[in-house]
């Protein structure tokens, strides 16, 4: 009985030690094979960028990225690129750094830049696709250089320069007429206010001596004939609608037609109004013919006419293209949307330029006017209002952002060159040798043109 516990207690005991030792054994058995040890570690998220802040104008070619250094991130990569998809980049580094200065230097142009993050394990992050950010170099002295500034009597909002004379649409003050002949002295000649309740949007003066007059479109539906030749002479025609934005002129076998465009008011339509005329010598209520009204179904803001069509710069109804080949009955009203609001065009050979206000400026073929195509938008930054081309490049008036120059020797690449910052730029005029600008409250500003040398 004794014996019989005893070889109890001793299976007791052992068995213990038998399921130890042969787990060892089991746990040697799978030491030849190689071992993983997995790390876990965060993917750096993406990146936050500082500077530059996006649309900015920089004049520096050598400038310093710098954005927020990122959690779990030990690398840094910077691409620099003319093309929002980067597909060539004039930068492409990486660094430690949470800022990075170029070495080479940067052309004048508009730019993409983005950043990510790479952490310890080599693994990067994603792009800071949600904040890639653009901005714009320029030497603007190698374009542009400010020549003289001459306050007006209202606020000006657009201008035609005709000879040594510059004709102002100064919004309350009506019409101001400036001696530029020279450039860095600029005086003001004339001011011809009729104290009526209006505000002048835009002047057009016939370029030929046979109709010496200044045509003034205002907001209080008139439009002012002004005998240039004797300032004191002043014909107010009322065309019985309100919001004048623009008028110009067109010349077909020796007749002057005026065309306007206006946005809606009230219960008057948006469109453009051709009107006949009729100098014998001195233009009377009889010698002002209405051709033809056209509604158009948003505010029309600016008219360029080219050959036989008239190009509308018609808010957010985009571009509209009217054939007025008979100008008595024109026809074809063709509307090609664009973002924004199209406030200004300018139209030479087969392109419609157009200043469309938040969207910037569009590049538009119109070799077929029935078919337009954009061919290059370009992110000017401000609020564009206005546009004229003189030679390769587009000059545009950009509210808060100033003077704002479009390189279009090839439409299809047009981009930016150069900026001069102004308090808010309204209407602007260019040639080959200047270019002048209406600002609200600088006045007349006059630039020397350099784009050509």
Not at 217 to 245: H, P, R, W, Y
Not at 300 to 321: E, H, K, M, T
Not at 338 to 349: N, T
Request: net charge negative; aromatic share 12%.
């Amino acid at each position: 009985m004794i014996a019989s516990l005893k070889a109890v207690k001793t299976e007791f005991i052992y068995a213990p030690m038998l399921i130890l030792a042969l787990g060892i054994l089991i746990l040697m058995a799978g030491c030849g094979d190689e071992k993983v040890i997995v790390r876990y570690r965060d993917i750096p998220a993406p990146i936050d960028l500082s500077y530059p802040p996006a649309d900015t104008f920089l004049t520096i070619s050598n400038p310093t990225f710098s954005w927020h250094p990122g959690e779990s991130a030990v690398l840094y990569q910077l691409q620099v690129s003319s093309s929002p998809t980067f597909i060539s980049k004039s930068i492409d580094v990486t660094t430690q750094d949470s800022s990075y200065t170029t070495i080479s230097n940067l052309i004048n142009g508009s730019y993409f830049w983005r950043v990510r993050g790479q952490n310890i394990d080599g693994v990067r992050g994603d792009w800071s696709d949600a904040d890639i950010r653009t901005f714009f170099k320029s030497d603007y002295v190698n374009y542009i250089g400010l020549v003289s500034t001459t306050r007006t009597i209202g606020i000006p909002q657009d201008l035609f320069i005709r000879g040594d004379t510059a004709y102002i649409a100064d919004g309350q003050a009506d019409l101001t007429i400036i001696d530029i002949s020279d450039k860095a002295a600029p005086f003001i000649l004339k001011n011809i206010d009729t104290i009526d309740d209006d505000f002048a949007k835009s002047v057009y003066i016939a370029p030929t001596d046979t109709f010496p007059y200044a045509f003034v479109a205002d907001m209080d539906g008139k439009v002012q004939m002004i005998n240039t030749a004797d300032t004191t002479m002043l014909f107010n025609s009322s065309i019985g609608t309100q919001n004048l934005e623009e008028v110009t002129g067109y010349y077909i076998q020796d007749t002057l037609y005026i065309f306007t465009v206006r946005s809606r008011s009230g219960f008057n339509l948006a469109g453009m109004t051709i009107y006949q005329i009729v100098y014998d010598p001195l233009p009377r209520s009889g010698d002002f013919y209405i051709v033809n009204p056209i509604d158009t179904p948003a505010d029309a803001n600016g008219v360029d006419i080219q050959g036989n069509y008239a190009f509308i710069a018609c808010s957010i109804s985009g571009l509209a293209i009217v054939d007025i080949s008979d100008i008595y009955n024109p026809f074809g009203l063709t509307f090609f949307e664009l973002d924004g609001s199209s406030l200004a065009v300018d139209v030479e050979g087969d392109y419609a330029y157009i200043a469309a206000d938040r969207a910037g400026f569009y590049a538009i073929n119109v070799s077929d006017p029935s078919n337009p195509v954009i061919s290059a938008q370009v992110n000017t930054s401000g609020r564009s209002k206005d546009i004229h081309v003189a030679g390769n490049f587009a000059f545009i008036a950009d509210g808060s952002s100033g003077l704002k120059v479009i390189d279009i020797s090839v439409p299809d690449s047009a981009h930016f060159v150069a900026a001069y910052t102004t308090p808010y730029a309204y209407g602007v005029w260019a040639d080959e040798n200047y270019i002048y600008l209406c600002d609200r409250d600088e006045g007349l500003m006059i630039f020397e043109n350099r784009t050509s040398r």
